[in-house]
């Protein structure tokens, strides 16, 4: 069966942020159908907004396939970041946020994604990271929360939270690491061409 991956879209969003792990779930499945023919794909991707269109950072538009009231359930929810100011202050987006996650079995947030995370009260005082530039705001904003820095990603078990923009690339390597094996994960990265930055650090990771 399919693990439906959920990642959220709104004006602002920070392009790589959404379609960084956009390509690494839908290029996951697609190797995992090469190396296993006939087989179910791994993960079922689609994004969620508001409203469509959404005007990423910098003006790229984008076509949500869900809105916040009719999105399926999510069994991996992605939070990415960017400007986060529209849906910091809107309550209709912190209310899904917070209700997905709920019943999801992983959440993950991209860069400022996890200012996202914390003001819908998905974390509160879990470790957590976020872009470099943020996280002296991250601590001022949400000061119970275990804000890590100089890592590429940190693994709270069932919320993971990555460090800015390409950070999330790597992160949702993880993810499909820890949901679908190493070699699915590893072979993925080479589809995409990508050196794959893994933390090194086994506080980031959960206990096996």
């Not at 879209?9 to 499945?29: K, R, W």
């Not at 400022?112 to 990271?129: D, H, I, N, P, Q």
């Amino acid at each position: 069966m399919s693990l439906r991956v959920l990642i959220l879209a709104y004006d602002g969003v920070e392009a790589l942020d959404f379609a960084g792990p956009f390509e690494v779930f839908t290029t996951a499945s697609r190797v995992s159908q090469r190396m296993q023919p006939g087989t179910a794909a791994p993960f079922e991707v689609a994004s969620v907004a508001q409203a469509s269109p959404v005007q990423a950072r910098a003006g790229l538009r984008l076509l949500a396939d869900h809105t916040l009231e009719d999105s399926p359930k999510a069994d991996v929810l992605i939070v990415p970041g960017g400007v986060v100011d529209v849906p910091m202050a809107c309550p209709d987006t912190l209310r899904w946020i917070a209700k997905s996650a709920a019943g999801a079995q992983l959440v993950a947030s991209v860069c400022t994604g996890a200012f996202l995370l914390a003001k819908s009260g998905v974390v509160t005082r879990e470790a957590v990271t976020t872009h470099w530039e943020d996280i002296a705001d991250l601590r001022a904003q949400f000061p119970r929360l275990d804000v890590r820095e100089g890592v590429r990603w940190v693994d709270s078990g069932r919320v993971v939270s990555s460090a800015g923009i390409s950070a999330g690339i790597d992160m949702s390597l993880h993810l499909v690491e820890r949901l679908a094996g190493r070699e699915l994960a590893e072979r993925t990265a080479r589809q995409m061409d990508y050196a794959w930055t893994r933390n090194n650090n086994s506080n980031n990771s959960p206990s096996a």
